[in-house]
C-alpha cells in the first residue's frame, strides 16, 4: 500500500546530486564573477602596456590651461579675421561705388564732349568757307598770309592771323610764324622781332593771342613772316597796320 500512500511534492534541482550542502553558489555567478575578473585585468593590462599613461592632476591643470589658451588666441584670429573682412567689404564697396561714378561722369564727358563736336562742326564749316571768300594773299607763297588784325593793348601786341595752305602732298606743314613790329618808343622809330609762334597747319589754321612789347613801344605796322623753322626758309610774308 506504500505504493499509494500520500504524495510527496518534487523539487526541480539543477545541479542534481551534486549539490553540497551550506550556502549555495550558483554555477552562473561563479562564471560572471569570473569574466569580471579577467576583463578588469585584461583592461589593467591594456592601460598599462598599450594606452597613454594616466595625467596626474597638475599635467591635467597644465593641459586645461594651455587648451583655453589656445581656445583664446583662435578668438582673437577669429575676431581679427572678422575685421578684416569687413574692413576688406567696405573698401571693396568703396572702390565699386568709385567705379561706378567714374564711369557714369565718363559717360556725362562723353556726352557732352559728342554735343560739343556737334555744335564745333557747323563753326568748321563756316570757317572753311570764310577762308575760301577772303581774298587771295598778294604776295602768293607755299603758305598765304589771307588776313590778319593787330592792336596795341597795354603793352602788348594783340593779333589774330589766318593762315591757308594747298595741301597737295597731304601732310601737314610744321613751322613758325614770326611778327616784325615797327613803331615808336619814346618819339624814335624802332623795329622789333617778336618771339615766333610755333604753328602746325593743314589746310587753314586761325593764331589768335596776345604778345608783349618793349615798355614804351607802340607798333604802327607788323609785317607777317612764315618761316619752316626758327631762322630758316621763308615761306610766306604780308605787311599788314595795327589798328
Known amino acids: 500500500m506504500a505504493l499509494f500512500g500520500r504524495n510527496k511534492p518534487v523539487v526541480f534541482d539543477p545541479y542534481g546530486s551534486s549539490r553540497r550542502s551550506g550556502f549555495p553558489i550558483p554555477r552562473w555567478l561563479l562564471i560572471l564573477m569570473l569574466g569580471i575578473v579577467l576583463g578588469a585585468g585584461g583592461l589593467f593590462y591594456a592601460e598599462e602596456n598599450y594606452l597613454p599613461p594616466r595625467l596626474t592632476p597638475a599635467e591635467s591643470q597644465r593641459l586645461q590651461a594651455h587648451a583655453a589658451q589656445l581656445e583664446a588666441e583662435r578668438q582673437r584670429l577669429q575676431t581679427e579675421l572678422d575685421k578684416t573682412t569687413a574692413e576688406a567689404r567696405a573698401a571693396a564697396d568703396t572702390a565699386a561705388r568709385q567705379i561706378a561714378s567714374t564711369q557714369a561722369e565718363n559717360k556725362k564727358l ?76 619814346g618819339g624814335r622809330a624802332e623795329t622789333i622781332t617778336l618771339d615766333p609762334l610755333p604753328v ?34 621763308q615761306l610766306g610774308m604780308r605787311v599788314l597796320y595795327v589798328r
Open 110 to 185: 562723353s556726352t557732352e564732349l559728342a554735343a560739343a563736336r556737334e555744335s564745333v562742326a557747323p563753326l568748321q564749316r563756316d570757317l572753311a568757307l570764310f577762308a575760301e571768300i577772303l581774298p587771295p594773299d598778294p604776295r602768293g607763297g607755299a603758305v598765304a598770309v589771307r588776313a590778319a588784325n593787330f592792336g596795341n593793348d597795354a603793352g602788348q601786341l594783340d593779333y589774330h592771323v589766318l593762315l591757308t595752305r594747298d595741301q597737295k602732298d597731304g601732310k601737314a606743314f610744321e613751322g613758325v610764324v614770326e611778327l616784325v613790329v615797327a613803331g615808336s618808343r
Open 200 to 233: 602746325k597747319l593743314e589746310r587753314y589754321r586761325h593764331l589768335q593771342g596776345k604778345l608783349p612789347l618793349p615798355p614804351g613801344f607802340e607798333g604802327r605796322q607788323v609785317t607777317v613772316r612764315v618761316l619752316d623753322r626758327a631762322g630758316g626758309r
